[in-house]
């Protein structure tokens, strides 16, 4: 997915071999370490040819083979979670600079005068639309409240069945603006074809938006998503309160981002185990209280960093100058 990204914005793309070890069972680990070596001779050879003057990491394993080629360029670390994965709190042992999204991601790491807060960069073109020309824009009306549903690229199944479940009694309550991703797209699309006119009028389904995402967080009055590290920035960004609800397979880091939200007094977390029971009575006592939506809006807000992707490409560019 990421790369369709990068290749949409007209950028150069390469990869590299790697694997993760976090986790990996004792058979898989002599072919990791292989994609390991092979990794880093290719990151090597991407250096020479780039020559680039300043390295930017974002995490992942994918980053080691790269780290370890360039160990002699300057480094700067973005870490978008509030919790460091391993690869990120591996590599900031020799990173120049670390940017982060949260005051919380301090304490996860030593030398605090080498960090930098710059919260969540976000698109530039996501601001760009206004909350009446976003709900036209996605066929909206002006009468009605707006649940946004979004589970990211490929989705997020038991958000999507939840939806499906309720979704007549959610449409009741609300439009529907439903980013189902592209695993299930299929099945979501037949389903809403089975939608009588006023409930189809009321329920807008995408498998993925680009360009018109910034339409459908403009338009929302309330997100239910997972608790992706995108959730501290974007939702911030719009002042838009949300029902967060961790992926149980990168729990503790979705949890820790949700419960950083929940204790500014922005968000809900439901558990992933729970949501079928807990989805409707929730949304529906947020939506029926006009009064705690617009503060958990004015909390989120408060969170917002309009400036971070500024700020970050600042601290690159003083890294960059400073090797020349």
Not at 69 to 98: H, S
Not at 153 to 164: E, Q, T, Y
Not at 190 to 204: D, F, I, P, T
Not at 282 to 298: D, F, I, K, S
Request: with cysteine; hydrophobic share 50%.
């Amino acid at each position: 997915m990421e790369a369709r990204l990068v290749e949409r914005a007209n950028v150069p793309f390469k990869t590299i071999p790697a694997a993760g070890f976090h986790g990996m069972g004792l058979k898989s680990l002599p072919g990791n370490v292989f994609k390991l070596v092979r990794g880093f001779f290719a990151a090597r050879r991407i250096l020479h040819d780039f020559k680039p003057e300043v390295l930017f990491f974002t995490g992942g394993y994918v980053a080691v083979p790269m780290a370890l080629a360039g160990m002699r360029i300057p480094t700067a670390l973005y870490v978008p979670d509030i919790e460091p994965a391993l690869a990120l709190k591996t590599l900031a042992r020799f990173a120049d600079k670390i940017a982060v999204t949260a005051q919380d991601s301090f304490r996860y790491f030593s030398r605090w005068e080498r960090i930098l807060l710059t919260g969540y960069p976000t698109r530039a073109d996501l601001t760009r639309w206004t909350r009446s020309d976003a709900r036209q824009t996605l066929g909206l009306t002006s009468d009605a409240p707006v649940l946004l549903v979004f589970g990211g690229s490929k989705g997020a199944r038991s958000i999507n069945n939840a939806v499906l479940a309720n979704l007549s009694v959610l449409l009741e309550l609300a439009q529907v603006v439903h980013i189902t991703g592209e695993l299930d797209w299929p099945t979501m699309e037949a389903w809403a074809k089975e939608l009588n006119s006023s409930q189809a009028a009321r329920y807008h389904a995408f498998p993925y938006l680009h360009e018109e995402m910034g339409a459908a967080l403009a338009a929302a009055d309330l997100a239910l998503s997972r608790a992706g590290a995108s959730a501290l920035g974007e939702y911030p960004l719009f002042g838009l309160p949300a029902v967060l609800v961790p992926y149980p397979y990168a729990w503790h880091y979705q949890k820790v981002n949700a419960e950083f939200l929940v204790k500014c007094d922005a968000a809900v977390l439901l558990e992933d185990a729970r949501l079928a029971d807990q989805l409707l009575p929730t949304v529906r006592g947020l939506l029926g209280n006009p009064q705690r939506l617009a503060a958990m809006g004015e909390a989120m807000q408060r969170q917002s960093h309009p400036r971070a992707a500024a700020e970050i490409g600042l601290l690159l560019t003083a890294l960059a100058g400073g090797r020349r």
